[in-house]
């Protein structure tokens, strides 16, 4: 089955900073690659997702990129605010058994 | 549009017991997924529901069961309860599949 390995587990920034998250998955088939942010006590909500026949989206300061090759995706999140502070999760689409197998998370902190 | 509604909230309940927690998704959306987080683990999938079939089932002892009804709400069991099931429950819900998951506020279940 598909494996998501997603790194590093913490990230801490100045504000004004970008920082980059990265994800590794196992399963060549997968071909849908959202990320969601969840803040402190709240759910998970969708920021930005990539399907395999894009190699970058932008959307804002958040970008994703994807290297199917090597089966590789990563978040990008430019000009760093404290309200980015959170914990990111990636995860990976696993074509025709309909679920997401998702990445430990990262905990973002944004420091002023 | 309402978002997807999971009850209750809070639950605390002593080992050995049952639960059952319930999710209502997005008017319209017709798969719901389950997924457990604990802290270090990130989100497991538990079970995909879509049309009142279960399409997809993740690593959980039986002892975690669910169902959907015609009208697309879900619940999910889990009998005999261990301290080791002490988690956050999220369930999402889509139109047709894992993709563009909306995600509930989640239950959280304390097994003492």
């Known amino acids: 089955g598909e494996n998501v390995e997603q790194h590093p587990s913490t990230l801490s920034v100045q504000e004004g900073d970008s920082a980059v998250i990265k994800c590794t998955y196992s399963?060549?088939?997968?071909?849908?690659f959202p990320w969601y942010k969840q803040e402190l006590g709240k759910r998970p909500q969708l920021i930005i997702d990539?399907?395999?026949?894009?190699g970058e989206k932008k959307d804002q300061r958040i970008a994703v990129t994807l290297n199917k090759t090597a089966k590789h995706f990563s978040l990008h999140i430019t000009e760093t605010q404290p309200e980015d502070s959170a914990v990111y999760f990636c995860?990976?689409?696993?074509?025709?058994?309909?679920?997401?197998?998702f990445g430990k998370g990262t905990k973002l902190t944004v420091n002023p | 549009k309402a978002g997807v509604t999971q009850t209750p909230r809070y639950l605390i309940k002593t080992r050995g017991q049952q639960v059952t927690l319930s999710c209502s998704p997005i008017?319209?959306?017709?798969?719901v997924s389950w997924y457990q987080q604990t802290p270090g683990q990130g989100l497991q999938f538990l079970f995909e529901?879509?049309?009142?079939?279960?399409?997809n089932k993740g690593n959980f002892p039986g002892r975690f069961s669910g169902r959907q009804f015609s009208n697309s709400r879900s619940e999910m069991n889990v009998s005999t309860l261990e301290l080791g099931d002490s988690a956050l429950y999220l369930c999402?819900?889509?139109?047709?599949?894992?993709?563009?998951?909306?995600f509930g506020s989640g239950t959280r279940l304390t097994v003492v």
């Open positions: 999402a819900s889509s139109p047709a599949g894992a993709r563009g998951y909306t």
């Open positions: 399963d060549s088939a997968s071909n849908y």
């Open positions: 990539i399907r395999s026949n894009v």
């Open positions: 995860a990976a689409y696993q074509g025709g058994s309909e679920k997401l197998v």
């Open positions: 008017s319209g959306h017709r798969s």
């Open positions: 529901y879509f049309s009142e079939t279960q399409r």
